[in-house]
């Protein structure tokens, strides 16, 4: 996984609340078996839109996306990750993410930032009035910095070291060898078991 | 202080706790299908990793397989070459897979239950959100991505970010004609679709303790559609009942040791949850959709409400969005609304019970003239029962298609879409923009209603049907 310390770009406003991960890369897509070149089918249907923010060309290059509450909503499709990452964004501010978005966006190294409502507000304005305007994602400061902008964001300490980091929890797991295999050998036998009797 | 049914499942799992670190949790049952998977493979190819418990993991093929014509080759290369993978991966990393095809083969959610693989206080992952669908069986079941499902694959467990614990207390008895769904469908739409974040929701309360196996399964799939981590409903003899004799289910000494360890699953009288809900089974009534989310629903008998009546100007903007992307207008009665489509079917709705329901009504009756109807099983084995009971011969006597097993119309992921500005009644679980197809409009409903609605042409529960025609002879 790509390392994430700190990252400035110019952000992309998505006044949508409930953006479920239909919107984010719809179902058709799915159908690749790779991680890549899904970049074409993010927010596909409203990109038909020649009014929809995406297609302005001031947000072209834009790499911070600011949406509405409740983002990522929906299917645990991790495509919809690699989606906005394919398309160039590194990070996604929102007041509320669903669980497994949230989950799967910081496995990958795409920083979600849940910021209040207030400041989401504050954001859209700033760069609706200008799409030139940078907002940086501070995250070994926990801070979130635009112009008339300084809000500090919570992250636990755990998921931001292995982002800082860049690891890969599977290495980290399977560090743990010995509980895994203690565990195992104390399971009970009435456990299902997929092997046919 | 007591602890919850979720915590005690929990608590049963950890493998490794350490002071700021997620648990590291022991999963007992990995269900793979063909659209979460292929990255994961690839994953541990690149790295030399095996699968660590082949005999924990189970494959199937749902999402892209076609419900016609299963014997030809599958039309799209893209969907074909989805499915081809999945059948590579199993075959080289030894997982056992149920193919298109396969008389196990079906929607994973419904595959999984009825071998008798979810058992009580298991943990249980698929890289698919609707996985909370096990819960009904007492079991921790979480929907993962696709960097989870190569992280169990490799090494059988998951870290686990804590969650907070719900009750939804369902107390009375649901009225006649009213269904697990239009329950489901009314508690989305009294906490939101981000209401239950975070959360794992316990259902409990007198109204659930009556409910089949299917209707609790219909519940606790819709979980995810509240936001919630998990849904999950305490075993009782229903449970256990529904599991003796399963192809998976323990047997002997097993069976004992396993009944009376489910029989400790239940939350204790002295555990407190982070937050309560109650809703009175008693005063529900059929519960359609009217909107773009499954949060955005109503009772049949109301009308389309006009986004102003909302007092959150988010909840008023997604109303108005929503009212226009579904070409329905405020005041209109949910009644009125006429469907060119219904799909009965789906990891919600297409069980057996579900199927039984559906027929009941239709039995006797023709669909409207111009409206289509899918029904789809959830599985083989569902299909296989069906027929036995004759029901693919009301359903066709009706009109409808009778369709080979998968998601089908529940995502437009195969040949079964709606077409741009077409609108279905649909007893899936998402009516998001584009799901069931680009453009396609999408009403969720219990099966009952799905039924009356395609005999009607219009929004209607079985109720509405003492004056439709009814033939004699089927
Ligand atoms: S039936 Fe629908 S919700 Fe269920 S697994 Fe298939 S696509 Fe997902």
Redesign the interface.
Known sequence: MEAFTTHTGRAVPLR???V?T??II???W??????NGFEDGLFE?WRKDESFVLNAPERKGATVLVA???FG???????A?WALQNYGFKTVLSS?F???FR??SL??GLLTVVLPQEVIEQLWKLTEADPTAEVTVDLVAREVRAEGVTAPFEL???ARWRLLEGLD??S???G?EA??AA??SR??????????A | MGRTLAEKVWDDHVVRRAEGEPDLLFIDLHLLHEVTSPQAFDGLRMNGRQVRRTDLTIATEDHNTPTLDIDKPIADPVSRTQLETLRKNCAEFGVRLHPLGDVDQGVVHVVGPQLGLTQPGTTVVCGDSHTSTHGAFGALAFGIGTSQVEHVLATQTLPMAPFRTMAVTVDGELPEGVTAKDLILAVIAQIGTGGGQGYVIEYRGSAIEKLSMESRMTICNMSIEAGARAGMIAPDQITFDYLEGRDHAPTGADWDEALAYWKTLRTDEDAVFDHEVRIDADALTPFVTWGTNPGQGAPLSASVPDPASFADPGDRLSAEKALEYMGLTAGQPLREVAVDTVFVGSCTNGRIEDLRAAASVVQGRKIADGVRMLVVPGSVRVALQAVDEGLDKVFTAAGAEWRHAGCSMCLGMNPDQLAPGERSASTSNRNFEGRQGKGGRTHLVSPQVAAATAVLGRLASPADLSDAPVLTEV
């Open positions: 949508r609340g409930n479920d239909d919107q719809p179902a058709h799915l159908k690749k078996v790779t991680r249907a509405g509450p409740d909503t929906g299917s645990s499709r991790e495509h990750v509320r669903a669980d497994i989950g799967n496995k990958n636990d300490d755990n929890d599977i980290l797991t399977l743990n509980d895994i565990f195992e399971r009970p036998s009435h456990k299902p078991s997929t092997v046919r």
